[in-house]
């Protein structure tokens, strides 16, 4: 998949699902949500969000620049949960603060299944697709204070 921690080798995509970690996507911008999109199609993915709660969190400046707009509801039929966090791109803090909100509450989960982070944080595992310097690090924070482990939270 790409997605890797550059401190702890051993953490990919593959082996967070080996794991049955809840999986965790934020895309900022076109080009995060196109390297987000990769792992949507993949197969495996496909099948796992069957069991365990798949989460994208799109970054995008509005719902009229936002890529694959058409293909949110398909993905949603899928399995995923797709909440678009719209002004996300610039700005940091409403990005974190619209995360943190959707966090606490589970964001509705549909269909019965566990919240964002999955009945356990420490068995989440989040993917970072185009976040880079001060926002990436305020993410790995913010995910970090919510229980997930820092080796959990891979980038591209």
């Not at 550059?6 to 970690?21: D, I, P, T």
């Not at 899928?78 to 606490?104: R, S």
């Amino acid at each position: 998949s790409g997605f890797t921690n550059v401190l702890f080798a051993e953490k990919s995509l593959e082996a967070a699902m080996k794991e049955n970690h809840a999986l965790v996507l934020v895309a900022r911008g076109t080009s995060g949500m196109a390297s987000i999109r990769s792992i949507l199609d993949w197969q495996p993915v496909l099948a796992y969000t069957d069991k365990h709660p798949v989460t994208v969190f799109y970054l995008a400046n509005s719902q009229e620049s936002s890529a694959l707009l058409s293909l949110h509801d398909e993905w949603r039929s899928e399995g995923y949960k797709i909440i678009p966090v719209y002004g996300g791109v610039d700005d940091v803090d409403n990005a974190m603060f619209m995360i943190e909100q959707c966090l606490l509450t589970g964001a509705l989960t549909a269909g019965g299944k566990p919240t964002i982070l999955g009945k356990s944080p420490a068995s989440c595992s989040v993917l970072l697709a185009g976040c880079q310097g001060d926002f990436a690090s305020k993410l790995l924070h913010l995910f970090d204070s919510r229980g997930v482990s820092k080796e959990n939270i891979l980038t591209n």
